[in-house]
């Protein structure tokens, strides 16, 4: 029952471990004294930080005369530590000792409705956390103490996201140094924001009947772009989650809305690469979701090697619920239970 030095055990027992932003956390601080205690305050902690660590590495060029030839590496480590939410709330306070027994503690604390979603990100050296725990404890003399802590899941609560979105480009066509003429192509996203669980989806019109290069194929494709931050760096990456590829368009053909291309980017089958990497926005991480619809030419490409695209922003959001910790109940546990606390 929790960390003690005193003899008896602290618990704190929550009704969801898995809470959503601007809703109420619910619990109750079990207590069982086996000795008396100084007159003391029982306290409840509610505390969020974001984390941040990655490695830099640089390497020395030879001298210019070229008498030295051995390039010297170098590692610079950085470290973030943001605190986003750190508050302390008085349980109860005793001004006398008090006695041996058992004592249940309700409270009830309503959560911000501004906080980013927990978070977990690893890449090779570089890591990345937002982290929440809620943590009890008697303020006591002598040092001694009596706490416990449990940690706890923050989602963020998706007040609304659009839907229907559509997006046309034309774009001219270079290839070899020539023109190639031009590529009409419009997208119709039916949502920006899906749960892991979801299945997204879009729908390409396409006209190249003004061009003169051969689209292969039309894809869609999900991206994750992480930056993570400190005061004197940036670490950023942009991963490709997921692409599915359709048929092409040939020079001189169109796709109108009759003959649209359908493509749906099965969300579950990467759940494994989403994990607990949510979108969400920090103060020195942040997590973001794209989803860019293209096509993909023969041959001679872009002047830049770029493809036409349409890239919108997707949220990609948490909707579950942890089962409550099971609780070993003591034997003859039959605690005095006081009001409950709200904050």
């Not at 943590?135 to 609560?157: A, T």
């Not at 009947?209 to 992480?226: D, E, F, M, Q, S």
Request: charged fraction near 20%; include cysteine; hydrophobic fraction near 35%.
């Amino acid at each position: 029952m929790g960390t003690s030095s005193v003899k008896g055990g602290m618990h704190i027992q929550l009704e969801s471990r898995c809470l959503q932003t601007g809703s109420e956390a619910t619990g109750a601080i079990n207590v069982m004294l086996q000795e008396t205690l100084p007159p003391c305050t029982l306290m409840l902690q509610f505390k969020g930080v974001e984390k941040t660590h990655w490695v830099e590495r640089y390497s020395d060029a030879p001298d210019a005369d070229r008498s030295h030839w051995h390039l010297k590496s170098e590692s610079a480590h950085f470290n973030g530590h943001q605190i986003i939410i750190n508050v302390r709330y008085p349980i109860y306070h005793w001004n006398c000792n008090v006695p041996p027994g058992s004592y249940t503690f309700p409270f009830s604390l309503r959560l911000p409705h501004q906080l980013p979603g927990s978070f977990t990100f690893s890449k090779g050296s570089t890591h990345a956390s937002i982290e929440y725990h809620f943590k009890s404890k008697f303020i006591l003399p002598n040092r001694k103490k009596l706490k416990d802590k449990v940690e706890v899941h923050i989602y963020e609560k998706i007040e609304a996201f659009s839907t229907n979105i559509v997006l046309e480009e034309t774009i001219p066509l270079e290839g070899c140094c020539t023109n190639k003429g031009t590529f009409y192509f419009k997208s119709k996203f039916s949502q920006d924001a899906y749960t892991p669980d979801q299945v997204a989806s879009a729908i390409i019109e396409a006209d190249n009947t003004y061009g003169n290069l051969k689209i292969t194929h039309l894809a869609c494709t999900l991206w994750r772009t992480v930056r993570l931050r400190v005061v004197t760096s940036t670490w950023f990456t942009k991963e490709k989650i997921l692409e599915v590829r359709t048929r092409g368009v040939g020079i001189g053909e169109k796709l109108s809305e009759s003959d649209a291309v359908f493509l749906n980017l099965d969300l579950p089958s990467v759940r494994h690469l989403i994990g607990s990497k949510f979108s969400t926005t920090g103060s020195i991480i942040e997590c973001m979701y794209s989803l860019d619809s293209h096509a993909i030419l023969e041959g001679c490409s872009l002047c830049g090697g770029e493809n036409p695209s349409i890239e919108i922003p997707m949220i990609i959001y948490a909707m579950y619920a942890h089962p409550p910790r099971q609780i070993e109940i003591p034997q003859g546990w039959n605690p005095q239970v006081f009001e409950q606390v709200r904050f």
